[in-house]
Each structure stands twice: as C-alpha cells, then as structure tokens.
C-alpha cells in the first residue's frame, strides 16, 4: 500500500473512532464545566456604583422546610447577554474558601464553582433596561447562599456584584432521607445527610409500627474530604464539603406490615433536631406469595425545577421520570436506580440537590442504587475502565451518599432478596470476567435461589454486559460492551436469569429470550413452558440526553423507543410476571410482556444450563 493510501486510511480510521466516541453516552456536557471560574477575576470596585444584586427573604426555613424559592433582583449600566447570575455556596467565596495553596498551586482566585447559575436576560426586561429578576430554588445545604453578578460570559467572567448571605434557619438539620434494603429482607436502612458530627449530636431514628409506640436506634456517621477525590474537578473548584451522612438499621421487621420512622439528633443539652415523619412498608419475606411491583431504570441525572442550568439540555427528562414515579409511589414497592445518578462529574454540590430531587420517593420506597460509570470512573484508581467519567469522585460520594447491603461498599455488588425475587446488582464498572471476585459473587448469587419460592431471578448491572442495539456498539461490531457478556451469558443460561437489566444507553430496548446471539424463542409478548434464554432489557432513558440506535434493526430486538421511561416488574404469584415500559410523559404503557412458568420448567434442561449425569441407576 503506497504513503497515500495509508494516510488516507489513518484519516478515515480517525474519522470514525471520532464518530464511535461522539455516539456515546459519556459524552454530555456537566452544566458547570463549561464555566471556566479558573479564569475568573473580581470587579466589584470597579463597578460598585451601578451593579447590584438583592435576594429576598433573608432567612429561609422558618416552617422547617428543607427546600425555598429566593426572588433574586439584579442590574447594571453595561448589560450584556452573556451576564449572568450565579449561586454560591458558602456564600464568602471569595476569600477563605482556597485550599493550601503550596498543595494545589493552580487554583484560581475563585476557587468554588457555582452550585448552579442562570443567564441574566432570562428576565425579559434585562437587556432593555438593565434590570432584571429572577425565582431560584434552593435547598438545605449544610451552609449559607449568596448570588453574584458576572459579565464576560461563562469562558471569561468577570465579577460585578454580589448580594447579602440568605440562608436556611437551621442550615444543619437532618434532611433527604434514603431507605434502602439491608442485607437480609426484615431490615431497612435509612440514610440521611446533616450539617451535625458526631461530637456535637447524636444521630437517631425513631420508629415503629404505625399505631404503635416507638423505639429509638441510633446511626452511625460518614463522611469524606477532599483528599478522598482523585482528580479535577472534584478535588479542585467543584470541591464543597459534603456535610455528614448518617445510617441507621431497622431490623426484626414484620413482613408487609406499616412503619412510620423520624430522623433525628440529639444536642448536647439534649434538646432534639427533628427531620420529618415518614412511613415505609416493610418488605415481604423472601418467597412469600403476594403482590409484589418492582421499578426499573437507568440514567436519570438531575435538573433544576427554577430552569436554571438548563441551556445544557443535558438531562432533560430527569424531572418528569421523577414526578412520574412520586405521582405513582401508591402502585409500586422499591426501586433499582442501575446507575448514572446525578451526574455530578466531580461538582459535589450536584449530589444534594440528586438526594433532594428523589427524596419524595427514597423517604417513603427502598431506593437501590447501582455503579455507573459517571460515578466510578478515573484513570488509575482500581476500576475496569481507564476513563475520566466521574470527574475525579472515583466512587466516593456514590459510596458514601447511599447504603446499599454489600459486603465491601468499594465493590458495588450485592443481592437483594424481595419476595419472589431475587436481584443480582452486578458492577459493570469493575472486573466481571471469569475468576476475579465479581464473577465469583455473581455465580454465588444466582445460584444460590431456591426457584421454588423466589422464581423471578434478575440480573442487573449499568453498562450493557448483554446486548444492545445502540449506534456505537454496532459500530464495534459487537451489539455491547467489549468482553461484556462473553464470561456472563454462560452464567445467566446455567442459572436461568428471567431478565438481564442494563442502563448505560440513554434509550430503551428489549430483547427476545436469547442465548449466543440467537432468539430461542419466536414469541414475543407471552411466554410459557421450558424457560430455554434470557430477555434482554436496557432501561438507561431515565432522563439523560438521548442514544441513538443502529439503523439496521437486529432480528432479537424486539422493541425499541427514543424517549424517557422507566420500566415495572409485577409479580402476581410464583408464576405469573407481568413486565411494563412507560413513557415519563405521560405514564402510559408502550411496551410489555408477560411469563406464565411453574417450577418444573425451570428445572428442564436445556442447551448448557444442565450437568451432565451419570449412567449410574
């Protein structure tokens, strides 16, 4: 081949990793990235004449409430449109807010990204008349607020004004409670975020069955600093101190019945700080025979209900999958978030405003979280992957801001029995191939069922580990991740996984039962008889920006839709499954399927799901 021919051919080679890597759902610009507060300068002397900005009220909370819209009025004599207005917290971001700056010598004069900004002329008038007002939305964080004026646009920005601190009237209070399944299926965890160590309050739940009275069980307490971050910006300008998370174990609960819980802290003088009251409904005892409804999604990020950040368009389904489940919180039991919660990618204040937006459905459901790869991935840090996905938070805030039942919380896998199910909540972000850890806990998990009593048997894990018909994966010419299901699909046949859950690909599919790339069955709404494949399902449109799909349909996919929606199992006895796709729009069913099974089909062999046996009578 002649010089030409191979620099024509390393440009086309470069032309389409360029389009394979553009496809993929890493990409998604993290609204606070694109302002470069490295490059930002101060100008209040300059012009202290003309600009201003006020926020009223002053005091926020004073009906203990955890969230409160500011009205925020502000102007100058120069606007432009790319002016905008920012919202800090602490507010004195200013000055003493730098780390050492011997240990982290690049950082800047302002050292601290917004927690979340909007554009001046979002108010009609501003650029008319240079005054503006704006609504924003605020919720407790562990600190005060103040909002400040830039000019120079989000690449170059300039400070011009900044107002007077608001702030909550108790900025420390316990708040966003998040249950979750413990490690066995009589005890529920709550955790919750709160401004109090423990050297100055102790952390508590009060609870009870409803009607009757109460016990106190007390929490222990984590947190983690900035040293924990392993890179920019999460150790750098989009740092904020992530307050204190508390747990607290429920144990000995009676199956289906009603509890009510209320967080608390105990001060010094043993007066006590109260969070909300709260019920949640004890899980069924593993393979108890009653209705059971279980959530499914991926993928859902958070967004802001004050519009601010939202030019980035890079979740724009999040609220309505949230509002979506919190108007449905009567018709379903616990939820499975397989990864990709907020999307912070290294700005931790993202991470509070994730547990404020779900908290209307973690306070009241077990919210079971999952490792994606916007909170695990860093270069270097133990991970499966080389890449810079979590933006230097490297697992540490999924880790922490969330109890989920595993034996080590650095490895993100672990079972939950509900009921008649049993779900194995893989970590596609480490290892899974054969003989690591991972595998063995897979293959100890899904084989460790009695199908008898729990015949509902769910793999789930973020990245597509099965199959999928996104545009970069057929690209790859591998309809999933690289070396995904090559050391699993052996595993999910032997041990006759019902379904197989992934997120990862902000879109959703499903699958025929498959097994080696090939359908096993030409059914595709009802199935019955000898269970011979896995159902493949990939549920990542909870709310990011959306995958597109390979033009060329594959002969196992069996429905596919570009839109947000999450998905619902419902077990009606041990053999009968309903499976539902609703749209986070409208709430509606596009998309379903149903499994009629007893026992003795489980148990018949098939292709490489049987030992082999002896001649021996």
Known sequence: ??????ALAAVLAMAAAAATVSASPALGVQPLSKIAIHKATVHLDLHRSSAYVRATPALLGGQDEDTAWVTVKYGWDNPTPDDWIAVFSPADFISGTCPNPERYPAEPLLCTAPIKYQYANYSANYLKGGKGTIRLQLINQRADFSFALFTGGLENPKLVSVSKAVVFKNPKAPVFPRLAQGKTHDEMTVTWTSGYDVSEAYPFVEWGMVGAAGTRTPAGTLTFNRGSMCGEPARTVGWREPGFIHTAFMRNLWPNKEYFYKIGHELSDGTVVWAKSYTFRAPPTPGQNSLQRIIVFG?????????????????????????????????????????????????????DQFTAQVAPISAKKPYMVASGNHERDWPNTGG???????????????????????????????????????????????????????????????????????PWLIFTAHRVLGYSSNSWYADQGSFEE?????????????????????????????TCPLYQSQCVNNERSHYSGTMNGTIFVVAGGGGSHLSEYTTAIPKWSIFRDHDYGFTKLTAFNHSSLLFEYMKSSDGKVYDSFTIHRDYREVLSCVHDSCFPTTLAS
């Not at 081949?1 to 191979?6: E, I, K, L, T, W």
């Not at 690289?482 to 499903?510: M, T």
Request: proline content about 4%.
């Open 1 to 6: 081949m002649g010089m030409a021919h191979v």
């Open 299 to 351: 993928d859902m990020g958070k967004a802001e209900r004050d519009g601010s950040n939202e030019f980035a368009n890079y979740q724009p389904g999040s609220l309505n999958t949230t509002d979506r489940l919190i108007e449905d919180l009567d018709n379903y039991d616990i939820v499975f978030h397989i990864g990709d919660m907020p999307y912070a990618n290294g700005y931790l204040s993202q991470w």
């Open 384 to 454: 499966f992957f080389d890449v810079e996905d979590s933006g230097g938070e490297c697992g540490v805030p999924a880790e922490t801001m969330y109890y989920y039942p595993a034996e080590n919380r650095a490895n993100f896998w672990y079972k939950v029995d509900y009921g008649m199910f049993r779900f194995c909540v893989a970590d596609s972000e480490h290892d899974w191939r054969e003989g690591t850890p991972q595998y063995k806990f897979i293959e100890e998990c899904l084989s460790t069922v009695d199908r008898k009593h729990q």
């Open 482 to 510: 690289p070396e995904g299901r090559e050391s699993l699909q052996k595993l999910w046949q032997k041990y006759r996984v019902d379904i197989a859950y992934f997120g990862h690909v902000h879109n959703y599919e499903r």
